[in-house]
């Protein structure tokens, strides 16, 4: 069965011996099949939310800067935004390489650097070499640029819930299970059947869990920078 919207609805009709939707009639569900497609909908928003930040909401944007313009709008569907992966983008055309940019607090850019936004002159603009983020949830470069260069940043979405048949999931696949024990814990809660929903809803419990130990809770690589004894005397000697 595919993965995605009507496939996961019939994963609950199925283990509820309820009659599968098709694609035809999908769209024109009533009754307990409009239930049924509420019950993913809600499952996939509860796993969402349950983690400030999955891997699989991650994106990386890509945009247009204007010369001469300072602030800019984070999109609609940003949840929180990496202000340390900010860079300019490498350009043969405008004779630009990549730049990682450097992190202003708004303070510091207020203090230091604001007025910018009301110098209207071009000597001033040049490659932004710093990027802060406002209280309205933009973000802002410094210099001003002075030219149109490509910006690239990522950040975490809030997903959308899906409508037709065919929209796909934004979780992955290998967590369909998930998905579908929690609509069935959703499922049971329209029935009033609170006994199966209570189960239901431990074993969706227990399977955000697993998602959070395997795509979360990692351990990250430390490198040491230490000079061990042997490489200072080395060194010292000469045998380098």
């Known amino acids: 069965m595919a993965y995605d919207f009507l496939g996961l609805v019939n994963d609950v009709n199925t283990r509820l011996n309820e009659v599968q939707l098709t694609s035809s009639n999908f769209g024109t569900a009533t009754g307990f099949y409009q239930q049924a497609k509420d019950a993913v909908n809600s499952s ?61 607090s708004y303070e510091e850019y207020l203090e230091t650097y604001v007025d ?67 609509a069935m814990y959703y499922a049971y809660l329209f029935r009033s059947n609170s006994q199966d929903a209570v189960i239901l809803r431990d074993k969706f419990e227990d399977g955000i869990k697993q998602m959070r130990s395997m795509l979360v809770n990692r351990t990250e690589y430390v490198r040491s920078t230490a000079i061990t004894t042997g490489s200072i005397s080395n060194t010292l000697f000469g045998r380098v």
């Not at 991650?58 to 900010?86: M, N, W």
């Not at 209207?120 to 002075?146: H, L």
């Not at 149109?148 to 037709?164: G, L």
Request: proline share 7%; with cysteine.
């Open 44 to 104: 996939i928003r509860y796993i969402n939310q349950s983690q400030y930040e999955w891997p699989f909401n991650h994106v990386e944007q890509e945009e247009e800067l204007s010369a001469g313009t300072t602030r800019y709008s984070l999109p609609s569907d940003c949840k929180s935004v990496d202000i340390d992966s900010f860079r300019i983008k490498r350009d043969a055309a405008l004779g630009n390489s990549t730049v990682k940019l450097a992190v202003l």
């Open 116 to 182: 910018q936004e009301y110098n209207t002159s071009t000597g001033i603009r040049g490659i932004p070499q710093y990027v802060f983020q406002t209280p309205n949830f933009e973000y802002g470069v410094t210099p001003a640029p002075k030219e149109d260069y490509e910006i690239v940043y990522e950040y975490f979405r809030y997903p959308v819930d899906m409508i037709s048949a065919t929209d796909v999931p934004i979780i992955p696949e290998r967590f369909r299970h998930v998905v579908v024990d929690g």
